[in-house]
Nanobody, 129 residues
Framework: QVQLVESGGGLVQPGTSLTLSCTVS????????IAWFRQAPGKEREKVSC????????YYANAAKGRFTISRDNAKNTVHLQIHSLKPEDTAVYLC??????????????????????WGQGTQVTVST
């Protein structure tokens, strides 16, 4: 059974850092890529980052380059997303997902988020004073 569960969200102040976690079924993390997305109120879901299952390669959407870091801890079946220097515009529900592939091909530009079949429930991040 494919399961992804996000955690770590909350209300944070601008300029601080936050680490989100996506706990996945063991078999997912061993082989498949995991991606992070976010969706702000009234906006479309957008890509944030992806880590490949094949070799751990990482990919970032342009808006995420520089302040976001994705990593995985196989021992804990968890993929982390660190967000630094948080801004109010980072406020969104953050979701992790998988398309059950070894690579992040479906994360690349030109591919739609609907390529991802399995999603967690999301964790809310609110950046505000």
């Amino acid at each position: 059974q494919v399961q992804l569960v996000e955690s770590g969200g909350g209300l944070v102040q601008p300029g601080t850092s936050l680490t989100l976690s996506c706990t996945v079924s063991e078999e997912l993390l061993d082989f498949y890529s995991i991606a992070w997305f976010r969706q702000a109120p009234g906006k479309e879901r957008e890509k944030v980052s992806c880590i490949a299952g094949s070799d751990g390669s990482t990919y970032y959407a342009n808006a995420a380059k520089g302040r976001f870091t994705i990593s995985r801890d196989n021992a804990k079946n968890t993929v982390h997303l660190q967000i630094h220097s948080l801004k109010p515009e980072d406020t969104a529900v953050y979701l992790c997902a998988t398309d059950l592939s070894w690579t992040c091909t479906n994360f690349l530009p030109g591919r739609h988020v609907s390529e991802y079949e399995y999603w967690g429930q999301g964790t809310q991040v609110t950046v505000s004073t």
